[in-house]
């Protein structure tokens, strides 16, 4: 039979030896854990290698040559715009065209009038 000391030696040597196991189990588990920090890192950096390749080729192939287009449908505006010093130009032409119609206009009036 066990004493009262054998117990608390046996119990001693049980406590031990699960501390033991548990440092080691502890350990193990926070390599593991890095190991996964880790491989989940590298992972997350692959796929945001693809997705960038991705987008870069979506942008290339849908993007690009629609933004050229657009911009070739501008240019082919702004070519067809008159230009604002001009339209200021041709404001000043107006006015006097309209000045010399309309002192023609009250000539010809006065002329009529006179015949």
């Known amino acids: 039979m066990l004493d009262a000391d054998d117990i ?11 501390a033991e196991e548990r440092k080691h189990t ?4 926070a390599d593991y854990k890095e190991e996964m ?13 693809e997705v960038h390749a ?10 690009t040559p629609k933004l050229r287009i657009l911009a070739e449908g501008h240019e082919a505006l ?4 008159t230009p604002p010093e001009e339209i200021e130009s041709m404001k000043a032409d107006i006015v ?3 000045d010399a119609v309309h002192h023609l206009s009250t000539r010809i009036d006065s002329l009529q009038k006179a015949q």
């Open 54 to 63: 991705d987008m870069m080729t979506i942008i290339e192939s849908e993007v």
């Open 8 to 18: 608390r030696i046996i119990t001693q040597i049980v406590s031990n030896a699960l």
């Open 96 to 98: 006097i065209l309209k």
């Open 26 to 29: 502890e350990a193990m588990f």
């Open 37 to 49: 920090h880790a491989d989940m890192t590298a992972m997350f950096a692959q796929q945001k290698k």
């Open 78 to 81: 702004l070519e067809r715009i």
